[in-house]
């Protein structure tokens, strides 16, 4: 990690030195040596980080590489910001005035001092042997983790919970005799889900129908000839001088015709699959490859027709249980040893675990040398932190394993994690913006800063370290505080979680990132004392009292999130903060912004959304950096010339007469959303949004919305279309209306006033899985959907459509529809008999419908034949 902080670093010192107007040549050339002398480090330390563990005196020398390395980053940005502070002021000077020449005479003595400390530590890292590889070192993880996970694995097996209906359904998979082809399914899950324990299991039952039956453990580290050779029946000795071709014509040869079952167990890249998968042949008589694996890349490469066995955490009930089961082994009636006082102790010691089984067992095993001690019980569920004791670090040592094997780039990423509080969800595209304002993401050529990023999010939900629901998103609590912890021990943002954090009785100068947490508002004038503050955060706000932001103090400030603080000015010395790269202020008191916020050049993300803003400062549309901008409705931009090359996102802006000026020229458009849409904007608009190729959501509303903005070949990017107000009356020949974006995929509408004809269109969407038709959005009282007709729809929401009395679903309509809502239809009489042909319907909720339509949807009713089949059936 130690090379990825220098690598960051580096590029960032780098990227200042570009600014080339405010460094006389004296003071780049100190700077640039410095640069070299750290770039020149990275090789060395990629021998240093991997032997660190082990030695004590390298990892200190890590640790004051990354400190100094930081060190003249601070310097560099500070000097930057001091110079062209004073180049503002003397603009009218050419020639140096004498503070200047004092600044750059500090300058040259601090940044002398970082080159005698560089000196310093290559002297001393020739003293302990660290060696320039050249190149990073093949992945070494500590076998030592690695024997203890079989050790917690081993322990579980026996007393397995919560994981009946998985393993029934892998089993039934498996001994499937109509499957005749060789096929491969994958377990799947975060460290310590138990993806090992199910399926140990799972061997033990299914080993004996099958005629040559073996389990390979596979591991980050791994030989290839080893895993062969476990995959064989012959004895060790025979197969030791083997070449590895002829163990892999052995290995074919032993199998060949045989019904097999193979267990790859901990498998952790692609390669293993596309290496062994050619010398298993396929007798097409039921042979299976059972894979277990963090990584969901990994399953869909040995099988991608086969959906994988996604493991979920244990419910409180069922962590209780397995917790309790291995706190009293060898006890069949737990209730007599264990009070229900203790009882209570041990839920809320299992819930901590988060329903992880790994943090379960290892935890009850502390508990088993205890006793049924209420005093001890009760000093364990006070005190847990799982880096302070031996058997919390046994966790974070598993988990860390899906941390190490990261690219270095995404653990960046990843430690980001580390500011939020624990169990905070976080939407997914605001935390792409924060990793973009940071600097964690590396421009790529052919993708946007913000497409790279999405990358790195899908990058760590593949590998099972990030869980994502309803476009948020949140990590293990177990993650949390190993994310925590590295955090810390690399020195990584410095950050500081107040009031949970329990050092942060005080706020140091090294402090990079400071993260508030709920009621926290006195540190913020604390902050003073922490100039070296780069991301201030605030989650979870509690605070009634109006805070003053404390601009002066934080002057290399890049990320600034308060959303919901309760702060009702911004003073105008935020214009000072030269290196913001985002202003987060949605949902705070603000009634305006200052001029100054005009001067931020560097801005990529502004959002005001949910203030009481009503103008924002013009020099604002002139920031060239700006990407994100997020505004309250009603909101007219004053945008006066073109510009603004850059933006990709201008949501919930007020219609005017920018839009013919300027809407057009926005051509890096991903996301627009326009509000007081009226008839007279409508020739503006199709002129406008005919040049924004780019363009993938888009939100239109008012009192008259123009149907006709796409063409067959506009909009060929747009996925996500909103539209709330009533088409405007067709002018070009009623079939030019028919049109809509081909490759939409998600769809909402409110008062749009469709009729038949329209849903006729719509269904027809090739790419459309997501439908939601709000009230007046349809004026029919009947709507029918055709055989074939929605083929790709997997989520529809019919919702206030006060004229709807008869809804069709003919046979082989919405064949892949998952989850069907519909609320608030009063009229509607009954449901479709088309619903009991949707196989895939896996979820029906029905909300405040008439009290008769309900009970012909309870069992006994008169439809409920037509939705027995739907496992979940919601009646609200």
Known sequence: MATAVLSYVVQRVSDLLIEKAVFVYEVKDQVEWVMDELRAMECFLKDADARSKGDERVKNWVRDVREIACRADDLVESFVLDAQRRRRRNTACCVPLPSDLIVLHKFGKEIETVKAKICAMKERRNTYGIQNLGEEPRRQPDERVHERRRIVVHATDADMVGMNQEKNKILEYLLDDSRKKQSAISIVGMGGL?????????????????????????????????????????????????????????????????????????????????????????????????????????????????????????????????????????????????????????????????????????????????????????????????????EGRLCLDILALSYEDLPHQLKWCFLYFSSFPQDFKIGVKKLIRLWVAEGFVEHRA????????????????????????????????????????????????????????????????????????????????????????????????????????????????????????????????????????????????????PSSVGKLRHLQSLDVLGTSIKTMPRAVWKIDALRHVHVPDELEPEMVEAGLRNLQVLMFVRAGSWIDSCLGTLTSLRELGLTGIQGCHHRALLSSLSNLSRLKKLKLEGV?????????????????????????????????????????????????????????????????????????????????????????????????????????????????????????????????????????????????????????????????????????????
């Open 446 to 593: 052919g993708e946007t800063l913000e497409e790279s990023a999405e990358g790195h999010f899908q990058e760590l939900v593949r590998r099972c370290m990030v869980t994502i629901v309803d476009k948020v998103c949140r990590i293990h609590d177990l993650l949390h505080d190993f994310a925590i912890a590295e955090a810390k021990e690399v020195g990584f943002l410095v950050c500081r979680q107040i009031p949970d954090d329990r050092d942060a009785s005080r706020l140091d100068s090294s402090l990079r990132c400071l993260s508030l947490n709920g009621v926290a508002e006195d540190y913020v004038s604390h902050v003073k004392h922490s100039p070296r503050v780069r991301t201030l955060l605030w989650f979870n706000v509690q605070q009634r009292k109006v805070i003053r932001f404390p601009t002066g103090a934080l002057k290399l400030l890049r990320v600034i999130d308060l959303e919901e603080a309760p702060l009702a000015v911004l003073p105008k010395q935020v214009g000072d903060l030269i290196h913001l790269r985002f202003l987060g202020l949605r949902g705070t008191r603000l009634r305006s912004l």
């Open 194 to 390: 138990g993806k090992t324990t199910l399926a140990k299991r799972i061997f033990k039952e299914a080993r004996g129908k099958f005629s040559h039956s073996v389990w390979i453990d596979v591991s980050q580290q791994y030989y290839v000839v080893d895993l062969i050779r476990q995959a064989t029946e012959l004895r060790e000795k025979e197969l030791e001088r083997m070449t590895r071709a002829r163990l892999e014509e052995i290995l074919y040869q032993t199998i060949q015709g045989k019904k097999y079952l193979i267990v790859m167990d901990d498998v952790w890249d692609t390669e293993i699959w596309r290496i062994l998968s050619p010398h298993l042949p396929d007798a097409e008589n039921g042979s299976r490859v059972l894979i277990t694996t963090r990584s969901i890349d990994v399953a869909r490469a040995a099988d991608p027709s086969i959906p994988p066995c996604e493991l979920r955490s244990l419910t409180e009930e069922e962590s209780w249980q397995l917790l309790s089961k291995k706190a009293f082994p060898n006890q069949e009636d737990i209730e007599a040893v264990c009070s229900e006082p203790l009882g209570e102790v041990g839920k809320q010691i299992a819930k901590k675990c988060g329903g992880l089984p790994l943090a379960l067992v290892v935890l009850s095993g502390l508990l088993s040398t205890k006793g049924p001690s209420l005093r001890e019980w009760r000093r364990l569920a006070e005190t847990i932190v799982w880096e302070n004791i031996k």
């Open 704 to 876: 008259s919305i123009p149907p006709y903005l796409w063409t067959p070949s506009s909009f060929s990017s747009l996925e996500f279309l909103y539209l709330k107000g009533e088409m405007a009356r067709p002018q070009p020949p009623r079939s030019a209306g028919a049109r809509w974006p081909l490759n939409l995929t998600e769809l909402i509408l409110w008062g749009t006033r469709l009729d038949q004809d329209s849903i006729a269109t719509l269904e027809n969407l090739p790419e459309l899985i997501y439908l939601y038709l709000d009230h007046g959005s349809y004026a029919g009282n009947e709507m029918i959907c055709s055989p074939g007709g929605f083929s790709q729809l997997q989520c529809l929401v019919l919702n206030s459509l006060a004229e709807l009395e008869r809804w069709v679903a003919e046979a082989g309509a919405m064949s892949r529809l998952r989850s069907l809502t519909i609320s608030r239809c009063r009229k509607l009489v009954m449901l479709p008999e088309g619903l009991q042909d949707m196989t895939d319907l896996k979820d029906l909720t029905l909300r405040y419908m008439p009290p008769e339509f309900c009970s012909r949807a309870q069992k006994e009713g008169e439809d409920w034949p037509k939705i027995r089949h739907i496992p979940s059936v919601t009646l609200l």
